[in-house]
């Protein structure tokens, strides 16, 4: 969350403040500054910077609510591939996911799952044939245009959540564009996508 001072409100505030402490001071004695003004400069003050303070903090949530709620909607968007990797490997090596899962909550929470997904490609051999790999590639590109739309969505998050996204469309990309594939390419872009999800996952807002 950032820093309420860090508003511009807030030092336009205390300098008008300051502006006026000079002009009091030199249009009165400083009696009159110590017995009636300063009282009254500090009370205004306090309220001034707890009202503008409590402002600060509702509109910083209100964004961070915000960037949450896109972040999760671009996981959902993209959460697909994570079945259609799931599915490659070999039966036992399987993740066990919710079923009607995208991108399940518990992976936008901590990402235990895309880790152990992540682990199990890297250490596993994939279980697919020339066919499925066909049938995966069609998947993909019926997804592009999607995928492509959301890219102006990541950029709404942060610098760093639009290049990972941006690395991840790159790799879908290349995934439906490759001719020949075999298990060995599959395999070997399915764990650098999973490296780029992870990624993703794990920056913060």
Avoid at 14 to 19: H, K, R, S
Avoid at 100 to 124: E, M, P
Avoid at 183 to 195: C, G, I, Q, V
Wanted: some cysteine.
């Amino acid at each position: 969350m950032k820093n309420p001072l860090r508003n511009p409100i807030i030092p336009a505030f205390a300098g008008l403040l300051g502006l006026l402490l000079f002009w009091f001071s030199v249009e009165s004695g400083p009696d009159d500054i110590v017995g009636s003004l300063v009282p009254e400069l500090i009370g205004f003050c306090l309220e001034g910077i707890f009202f503008i303070g409590i402002f600060s903090w509702l509109q910083q949530k209100k964004d961070d609510d915000r960037k949450r709620e896109l972040k999760q909607s671009l996981a959902g968007a993209i959460g697909f591939t994570r079945q259609l990797i799931n599915s490659s490997l070999p039966p036992d090596q399987r993740v066990a996911l919710a079923s009607q899962d995208s991108w399940t909550r518990q992976a936008r929470t901590n990402g235990t799952q895309l880790k152990t997904l992540h682990a199990r490609v890297i250490a596993g051999e994939l279980n697919v044939s020339a066919d499925e790999i066909q049938a995966m590639q069609q998947l993909l590109r019926a997804r592009l245009s999607t995928l492509d739309s959301l890219l102006s969505v990541s950029a709404e998050l942060s610098h760093a959540h639009l290049s990972a996204y941006t690395l991840i469309l790159n790799e879908i990309h290349r995934l439906t564009e490759h001719e020949h594939f075999d298990s060995a390419e599959l395999k070997t872009s399915f764990a650098d996508l999973m490296s780029l999800l992870v990624s993703f996952n794990t920056e913060p807002l």
